[in-house]
Nanobody
Framework: VQLRASGGRSVQAGDSLSLSCVGS????????VGWFRQAPGKDREFLAA????????LYADSVKDRFTISRDNAKNAVFLQMNSLKPEDTALYYC?????????????WGQGTQVTVSS
């Protein structure tokens, strides 16, 4: 099982950014995928998760009005659209295989992609 997160870069406050998580193998369309982030010195923070079917997306309260999770099983990909970015969104963003709001609900993780938001 491999997951690769990409799309992170440096942006200005108020900008939008889309992250991608691509999974290898046939398992992808049968599992949920979630996004988390981790800033230096902080715990890994749940952002959003989506079931294998695309149903029942979960969002953290802190991002639910700005971030949107979606998936394309034909491309083995899950996306995180982030709008109105703030400096406090700066972190390393990870995708994981699973579904839920805690890291313990995820069995595999990608390597992370850095998002830096400047004011």
């Amino acid at each position: 099982v491999q997951l690769r997160a990409s799309g992170g870069r440096s942006v200005q406050a108020g900008d939008s950014l889309s992250l991608s998580c691509v999974g290898s193998g046939r398992w992808f369309s049968s599992y949920g995928v979630g996004w988390f982030r981790q800033a230096p010195g902080k715990d890994r923070e749940f952002l959003a998760a989506i079931k294998w079917s695309g149903d029942s997306p979960l969002y953290a309260d802190s991002v639910k009005d700005r971030f949107t999770i979606s998936r394309d099983n034909a491309k083995n990909a899950v996306f995180l659209q982030m709008n109105s970015l703030k400096p406090e969104d700066t972190a390393l963003y990870y995708c994981g295989r699973g579904y839920g709001t805690t890291p313990a609900r995820y069995s595999y993780w990608g390597q992370g992609t850095q998002v830096t938001v400047s004011s």
